[in-house]
């Protein structure tokens, strides 16, 4: 009987989607053996009904943290004591739970713990779920990146393909499907496999779109132009303001740009100043809704948008 352990020490975002889903599949199907999902304490505040559905299903349990989680959000060292503090915790609930194998909700912040030191004296295998490669932007768009970009890139890169050559690691899910084929090209022997961000289809999703639009403010005939979850600068979200003042006149009468989710304190002030803009020098209808959107409504926004960009800009000018 194999035993899980869902590890996770982030709580914003849609965490709570994956565990909902992942607990609520093994309590579905009866699978044998043991499923403990180990997150932070805030996790069961900021995400109670999947936590109460995680530990309602059969061979569940949800193991809160016990003890401080020390992750920062600012500050140079940021990333580095991130990183340390996932692989601080990471070896501690291994080493006492003892699983077959683990499955990291983000893996990016436990890179460097795989790449340096993290390693068990039993045969417990780890994949992860990889949310932000970035070394291969410059295959895509086919513009040279500067030495900064290129020395950010070979960084990351030396440190993914050691982390993916820890003798425990197995397989990395990536939400970017352009990545795949990069990783796959370090030669390593774990596996490399897209992962598409899955949206279920809650309690409610299927709330007439003309309500959600009315509730949102879309006008009425436009097209609603939906970017949800972090707001930040490297979803494309400044490239996708410029190619929106690109668009024909009319195409900007029938555009609605809909931005749902908490827009990061670095680009809060830029933001506002590019929608300001956008707003007095085309037609575009521009709405902002600066705060985590609730797991259940993200079904119903993505139901009722005409076109959705959760991910970085097509540089093209499409959006997806």
Not at 155 to 176: E, P, S
Not at 203 to 213: D, H, K, L, N, S
Not at 284 to 313: C, K, M, S, W, Y
């Amino acid at each position: 009987m194999a035993h899980i352990l869902l590890f996770d020490l982030y709580t914003g975002g849609h965490h709570g989607q994956y565990v909902r889903q992942l607990a609520a599949y093994w309590g579905e199907h009866a699978l044998p053996g043991r499923l403990d999902v180990v997150v932070p304490p805030a996790f069961l505040e900021a995400h109670a009904e999947a936590a109460r559905a995680a530990q309602q299903a059969s061979g569940v349990r949800v193991l809160p943290i016990d003890g401080p989680v020390r992750l920062r959000s600012e500050g140079l060292l940021r990333l580095l004591r991130n990183d340390r503090e996932h692989g601080r915790l990471l070896r501690r609930y291994v080493e006492a739970l003892r699983p077959d194998h683990v499955l990291l909700l983000y893996f990016d912040h436990a890179q460097l713990s795989l790449a340096a030191d993290l390693r068990f004296g039993f045969p417990v295998r780890i994949s992860g779920i990889y949310f932000r490669p970035s070394f291969h932007y410059a295959q895509l768009n086919g513009a040279a990146p500067g030495a900064r970009d290129r020395l950010k890139g070979l960084r990351k890169i030396v440190q993914l393909r050691a982390a993916l050559r820890n003798r425990h690691f197995d397989t990395l899910f990536c939400l970017d499907p352009f990545a795949v084929a990069r990783v796959r090209a370090l030669n390593t022997p774990a596996q490399a496999v897209a992962l598409p961000d899955g949206i279920e289809q809650a309690a409610g999703a299927a709330t007439a779109p003309e309500q959600v639009r009315a509730r949102l403010g879309v006008a009425p005939g436009r097209r609603l132009l939906l970017l949800f979850g972090a707001l930040d600068r490297r979803k494309g979200l400044f490239e996708l303001i410029e190619a929106l003042a690109l668009l024909s006149g009319e195409a900007m009468r029938q555009a609605c740009l809909v931005l749902a989710g908490a827009v990061t304190n670095a680009d809060r002030r830029a933001l506002g100043d590019a929608l300001a803009a956008l707003q007095a020098t085309t037609p575009v209808q521009v709405l902002l809704h600066d705060a985590l959107v609730p797991d259940d409504e993200v079904p119903r926004l993505v139901g009722t948008a005409d076109a959705i960009q959760q991910d970085p800009v097509d540089l093209a000018g499409d959006v997806r």
